[in-house]
């Protein structure tokens, strides 16, 4: 290694050390109070490289199950949580969740998430209400109208709630809203909220779940967070038929009801044309991934890895798909239904993000990509509707939360909230660690040049042709693999390592 004694930048592009050696440098094990390194132009191009070979595949035997908790039957507000949607969003300020209630209300309220419990129903912890249920779908300062009545997702973003919503029964399907932001989510019933806003690639294919985008892949993949919806909702021809992922940054929003639209970047998409499955109605008996009963619910890039983690529900896998016929239990169906009244699951569709990657570059269409894994996602407290209602990720805890629709009906004779679920799905995030300041200077910018390293570092930005750029990281992972900057053209880094234990 060559150790440089001033910040100064080098216009020659000199190799003194291994990329590698960031990894030591940074490990907050070793003592080392400052270093100065400089990384030669050809080095960084070199080391450039949008997709991720290296990251592995999640598998869906990696999510390990820690627990669960209820959630009360009881009224609070406007609503309640019995025959509940299920979205649900995270709230890392309180360690509570955002929560769609009863149907017919479409209204949100917050709960606290009480310690896990591995054990039966009458032995989960439950939770206890924050915030009652508020009313919201009409409180856009933009007015609500296009009829806009079903929430489709929820995300906590910096304070905010962002709300994905759509018009249940869209006939026309010329419906483009798809989104609120509470200004507030502290307080939900005072909160100034803004909208609607459309977010590109057709309601139906933008008005779901929303889920952070790990920050390696935040610059390949052209945004922060990634939204996504599909079928499974009536009036298929408006929908992606099948999972889809558009990526978009928040953080860019003009929140003005004149300028509405809010850029995105299609990345896994279908429609009637081009489903992810032709045998919809599983005519041919072997349609084993998705059909007019399927439908995910939550989709995220799993952290540490390449995988795009979607997950539902499905039906008619063994029986078929009929319309507005009777089951074998004597039901007579509103609209598609299985012949067999058991003929439904929980579902889960894992996509590999590289090829992703290659419909944002050009050389895959978003209806050419298939999953590399799909099949039944089996959890405790499965109930009689077989339904995953929704998701949302931790990072600090690296948990995953989903919704269980109708999965506690001990707390009275019509009631039915959901069972909310929790996976460690990725390393947890230290939060007692020291402090290490990343000082990145950059003379000319010279645009697209990364660099790529392993090491014990979690890095939450994503620095890209900024000119004398001060980044602070306050949070280690341990074994975190790859992280990427993109920078300017010679670069100085200075590091200054965590004190001694």
């Given at each position: 290694m060559?150790k440089?004694?001033?910040?100064a930048?080098?216009g020659?592009?000199?190799l003194?050390?291994?990329l590698?050696?960031l990894?030591?440098?940074?490990?907050?094990?070793?003592v080392?109070v400052k270093h100065?390194?400089?990384?030669p132009?050809?080095?960084?191009?070199?080391a450039?490289t949008?997709?991720?070979?290296?990251?592995?595949?999640?598998q869906i035997?990696?999510?390990?199950?820690?627990?669960?908790?209820?959630?009360p039957?009881?009224t609070?507000?406007v609503s309640d949580l019995?025959?509940?949607?299920g979205p649900?969003?995270?709230?890392?300020?309180n360690h509570?969740?955002?929560?769609v209630?009863?149907?017919?209300?479409?209204?949100?309220a917050?709960f606290?998430?009480?310690a896990?419990?591995?054990?039966?129903?009458?032995q989960?912890n439950?939770?206890?209400n924050?915030?009652?249920?508020?009313?919201?779908?009409?409180?856009?300062?933009?007015?609500?109208?296009?009829n806009?009545?079903q929430?489709?997702g929820?995300k906590w973003?910096e304070?905010k709630?962002?709300i994905?919503a759509?018009e249940?029964?869209d006939?026309d399907?010329?419906?483009t809203n798809?989104t609120?932001?509470v200004?507030?989510?502290?307080?939900l019933s005072?909160s100034?909220?803004?909208?609607?806003f459309d977010l590109e690639g057709?309601?139906?294919?933008?008005?779901?779940?929303?889920?952070e985008?790990?920050?390696?892949w935040?610059?390949p993949?052209?945004?922060?967070?990634?939204?996504g919806?599909?079928?499974g909702i009536?009036i298929?021809?408006?929908?992606s038929?099948?999972?889809?992922?558009?990526?978009?940054s928040p953080?860019?929003?003009?929140?003005q009801?004149q300028?509405?639209?809010i850029?995105t970047?299609?990345?896994?998409?279908?429609?009637?044309a081009?489903p992810?499955?032709a045998?919809?109605?599983n005519?041919?008996?072997?349609n084993?991934i998705?059909?007019?009963?399927s439908?995910?619910t939550?989709g995220m890039i799993?952290?540490?890895t390449r995988t795009y983690l979607t997950?539902?529900?499905?039906?008619?896998h063994?029986?078929g798909?009929c319309?507005?016929?009777t089951?074998?239990?004597g039901?007579?169906c509103g609209g598609y239904?299985?012949?067999?009244?058991d003929?439904?699951?929980q579902?889960y569709w894992?996509?590999?993000v590289?090829?992703?990657l290659a419909?944002?570059?050009?050389?895959m269409?978003p209806?050419?990509?298939?999953p590399?894994d799909?099949?039944?996602?089996?959890?405790?407290?499965?109930?009689?509707?077989h339904?995953?209602?929704g998701g949302d990720?931790d990072?600090?805890?690296?948990?995953?939360?989903?919704?269980?629709?109708?999965a506690?009906?001990?707390?009275?004779?019509y009631a039915?909230?959901?069972?909310?679920?929790?996976?460690?799905?990725s390393?947890?995030?230290?939060?007692?660690?020291?402090?290490n300041?990343?000082h990145l200077s950059?003379?000319d910018v010279?645009?697209?040049m990364?660099i790529?390293?392993?090491?014990?570092i979690?890095?939450?930005?994503?620095v890209?042709?900024?000119?004398?750029?001060?980044?602070?990281a306050s949070q280690?992972?341990?074994l975190?693999?790859l992280?990427q900057?993109n920078?300017?053209?010679d670069?100085t880094?200075e590091?200054?390592?965590?004190?001694?234990?």
């Amino acid at each position: 290694m060559g150790k440089v004694p001033s910040k100064a930048t080098l216009g020659i592009p000199i190799l003194f050390f291994p990329l590698k050696a960031l990894s030591l440098i940074i490990n907050p094990r070793f003592v080392m109070v400052k270093h100065y390194w400089v990384l030669p132009l050809f080095l960084i191009a070199i080391a450039r490289t949008d997709a991720q070979p290296n990251l592995p595949l999640f598998q869906i035997s990696d999510m390990l199950y820690q627990g669960a908790f209820r959630l009360p039957a009881s009224t609070f507000g406007v609503s309640d949580l019995n025959f509940s949607e299920g979205p649900i969003a995270y709230n890392p300020i309180n360690h509570s969740l955002f929560i769609v209630g009863h149907d017919h209300q479409q209204a949100i309220a917050e709960f606290s998430i009480p310690a896990l419990s591995t054990g039966p129903l009458d032995q989960l912890n439950m939770g206890v209400n924050l915030q009652p249920f508020v009313s919201l779908l009409n409180s856009g300062n933009c007015a609500n109208n296009q009829n806009i009545n079903q929430i489709g997702g929820l995300k906590w973003i910096e304070g905010k709630l962002f709300i994905n919503a759509y018009e249940y029964y869209d006939a026309d399907a010329n419906v483009t809203n798809t989104t609120l932001i509470v200004d507030n989510a502290a307080t939900l019933s005072a909160s100034s909220v803004r909208g609607y806003f459309d977010l590109e690639g057709g309601a139906g294919h933008t008005s779901g779940w929303i889920s952070e985008i790990p920050s390696i892949w935040q610059g390949p993949l052209g945004g922060t967070h990634i939204t996504g919806q599909s079928s499974g909702i009536p009036i298929i021809s408006r929908c992606s038929v099948g999972p889809s992922a558009f990526s978009f940054s928040p953080g860019q929003i003009d929140f003005q009801c004149q300028e509405n639209i809010i850029g995105t970047i299609p990345l896994l998409d279908f429609n009637l044309a081009n489903p992810l499955q032709a045998d919809l109605s599983n005519d041919l008996g072997t349609n084993d991934i998705w059909t007019h009963l399927s439908r995910a619910t939550f989709g995220m890039i799993v952290p540490n890895t390449r995988t795009y983690l979607t997950v539902g529900y499905s039906g008619g896998h063994s029986s078929g798909v009929c319309y507005k016929c009777t089951q074998d239990d004597g039901n007579e169906c509103g609209g598609y239904c299985a012949p067999m009244a058991d003929d439904y699951t929980q579902y889960y569709w894992l996509w590999d993000v590289n090829d992703l990657l290659a419909v944002k570059n050009g050389s895959m269409q978003p209806f050419d990509v298939r999953p590399y894994d799909y099949g039944v996602l089996a959890t405790p407290f499965e109930s009689y509707a077989h339904e995953v209602g929704g998701g949302d990720f931790d990072p600090a805890s690296g948990l995953l939360y989903l919704s269980i629709q109708r999965a506690d009906t001990d707390q009275g004779p019509y009631a039915n909230p959901p069972v909310v679920v929790a996976y460690q799905i990725s390393a947890p995030t230290c939060l007692a660690c020291c402090t290490n300041n990343v000082h990145l200077s950059t003379g000319d910018v010279f645009s697209g040049m990364s660099i790529h390293s392993q090491d014990y570092i979690q890095s939450d930005a994503l620095v890209n042709n900024l000119f004398n750029l001060n980044w602070t990281a306050s949070q280690f992972v341990e074994l975190l693999p790859l992280f990427q900057i993109n920078l300017g053209s010679d670069l100085t880094i200075e590091i200054q390592s965590c004190p001694p234990d």
